[in-house]
């Protein structure tokens, strides 16, 4: 498996910035997608953002397109999320997910998961 740390959460007014970050060890970094995924109060935990091999392809879940980039740094072995106009309902806690195939969404499907870093968006 491969260990995977989140930091960069806090709180935000909405229409703010956060940039989330992801450090991960074990095994080969460049050799699997990475992604982000979100778990709100009450709610089941939900895709947010995938990044494959290499870094050259990426794809967002729709409520976050046009305001979330995910990217990463095989030599540093990290991946980040920068959030912007963020607004009250991206209120989750936020999971760096690894090893799963790159066109999948599901939870299920994730092999390794971070512990979730808070992000709170206030209205």
């Known amino acids: 498996q491969v260990q995977l740390v989140e930091s960069g959460g806090g709180l935000v007014q909405a229409g703010g910035s956060l940039r989330l970050s992801c450090a991960a060890s074990?095994?080969?970094?460049?050799?699997?997608?990475m992604g982000w995924f979100r778990q709100a109060p009450g709610k089941e935990r939900e895709f947010v953002a995938a990044?494959?091999?290499?870094?050259?392809?990426?794809y967002y879940a729709d409520s976050v397109k046009g305001r979330f980039t995910i990217s990463r740094d095989n030599g540093k072995k990290m991946v980040y999320l920068q959030m912007n106009s963020l607004k009250a309902e991206d209120t989750a806690v936020y999971y760096c997910a690894a090893e799963f195939p790159f066109d999948s969404r599901a939870p299920v499907a994730v092999g390794s998961w971070g512990q979730g870093t808070q992000v709170t968006v206030s209205s």
């Open positions: 074990g095994r080969t970094f460049s050799s699997y997608a």
């Open positions: 990044i494959n091999r290499s870094g050259r392809s990426t």
